[in-house]
């Protein structure tokens, strides 16, 4: 698991590593089952506290992403089917939103906007 901390960055360090986790379990990169670095290697390679890294682990917990197991560590929680693509659907639709406010701001037609998203799309 690679976590990469921006000090540029105006999110928190706790939330930067929520994100990344999370990110990385929608992504299908950590499954289900997959053991998490304890609190305090994460914290040590990070080279961040502690209370830091109990935080972020903290929050995917509460929000689902991973369990805790009394002696043993963190690891990916199983995701219900349909929770993980609602998760996903408003990851995307975030962006859209951002996307829709910057050509709503520019002035440029919902037409054109749908010709672009259809192209990037294609793209991919």
Do not use: W
Request: aromatic share 6%; proline share 2%.
């Amino acid at each position: 698991m690679n976590i990469i901390i921006s000090n540029s960055s105006e999110a928190p360090i706790y939330q930067q590593i929520t994100d990344q986790i999370r990110d990385s379990i929608l992504r299908g990169e950590l499954l289900e089952g997959d053991l998490l670095p304890s609190i305090r290697n994460l914290a040590k390679d990070l080279r961040i506290s502690v209370i830091t890294t109990k935080r972020a682990y903290d929050e995917l917990e509460n929000d689902g992403y991973i369990v805790s197991v009394s002696g043993k560590g963190f690891y990916v929680a199983g995701q219900n089917a349909e929770l993980l693509h609602e998760s996903r659907l408003s990851i995307v639709e975030e962006k859209l939103e951002e996307a829709v406010k910057c050509a709503k701001t520019l002035n440029i037609e919902r037409s054109d906007v749908f010709r672009l998203l259809e192209l990037l799309y294609e793209e991919e």
